[in-house]
């Protein structure tokens, strides 16, 4: 029993007969040959400046690649700059609030004091500034015993 042939070889066989009569046509017929020989020399020359239009083309990427690359470290440059800016704004903002916060709570604690001391005053407590007073008045009182007390020791 024979084989059917392979469908690669089918279509190897479909080809090949129409080259061969290409080839034989083209032997026979000068007019032909030149013809087909103008078609390689223009493929030939469409392929050279196929390739010259990818280089020039290549080029302008590149530039276009260098521009982009400057462009990337300006752009950075000025968002650091900004970032920088930003960052000493908000720090003399915080300064600000910082020092603003502290006023008031050294306001709070003066009003705090006077009240206390007003209260204290009424409730007949001292202050602190009349027991210096009197501490101060205690000592020298004590400095005169003592030199009284030398004296009679001595008569």
Known sequence: ??????????????????????????????????????????????????????????????????????????????????AEEAKTVALAKAGEARTRAVQAVSHLERVFEQRVSRVLGKMGVPTSQSVKSLTRHVAELQANVDQLRRARARA
Request: charged residues 30%; proline residues 4%.
């Open 1 to 82: 029993m024979a084989r059917k042939p392979t469908a690669r070889k089918v279509a190897a066989r479909r080809t090949v007969k129409p080259v061969r009569k290409i080839k034989s046509a083209m032997k026979a017929s000068t007019p032909v040959q030149k013809a087909w020989l103008a078609g390689v020399d223009a493929a030939a020359n469409a392929r050279v400046v196929a390739g010259e239009a990818v280089g020039k083309v290549m080029k302008q990427a590149g530039i276009f690649v260098k521009r982009g690359k400057a462009l990337q470290a300006q752009s950075r440059r000025v968002a650091m700059h900004r």
